[in-house]
């Protein structure tokens, strides 16, 4: 049950009000389990790798790069999308051809795949991070992807998915 920020001033203020500090204490509590949960559909690994990144062809039109490809730095994976630091800005909706180092899935070439940006943030550095959900992702690059999340997966218990 998630509490909206209006309620717990509420509660903090009949907290004052009242001398009732028990009952605030259990709203901050309650409020302080909810927010570190977890809403993600899938398990997101950390992968630290190279990436090269390629504007579909569509997209060329909309998007000018002085590079046809753009080097990032993978920070995470999941079997649905990407994390990402770029030194580029990519807008929301960009469809991206991406080509991941294949040495941490222990293929001799690249993995490659498609994405469209979900979002792209400023970081530290004149970098970006981007988070990138995979369309269009063959079989294969999928079980290499799932292999990779089962051998580093720290959750003892299966994470209950969602359909």
Request: with cysteine; charged share 30%; glycine share 8%.
């Amino acid at each position: 049950m998630a509490i909206s920020p209006s309620f717990l001033w509420l509660a903090g203020n009949r907290t004052r009000l009242t001398g009732l500090p028990n009952f605030y204490n259990l709203v901050i509590m309650e409020e302080q389990t909810t927010v570190g949960m977890e809403t993600r559909s899938a398990a997101r690994i950390k992968l630290e790798t190279k990436a090269k990144l390629k504007v579909n062809g569509a997209m060329k039109e909309q998007i000018h790069l002085l590079q046809e490809e753009q080097d990032a730095d993978i920070v995470d994976i999941s079997v649905s999308g990407v994390g990402m630091i770029s030194p580029v800005f990519f807008p929301k909706g960009a469809i991206l051809g991406i080509q991941i180092n294949g040495a941490a899935f222990h293929a001799n070439k690249p993995l490659s795949l498609r994405g469209e940006v979900r979002y792209c943030r400023p970081e530290s550095g004149k970098k970006y991070r981007l988070g990138i959900k995979f369309v269009e992702l063959e079989d294969k690059v999928l079980d290499k992807i799932k292999e990779y999340i089962a051998k580093y997966e720290r959750r003892a218990t299966p994470r209950v998915e969602f359909k």
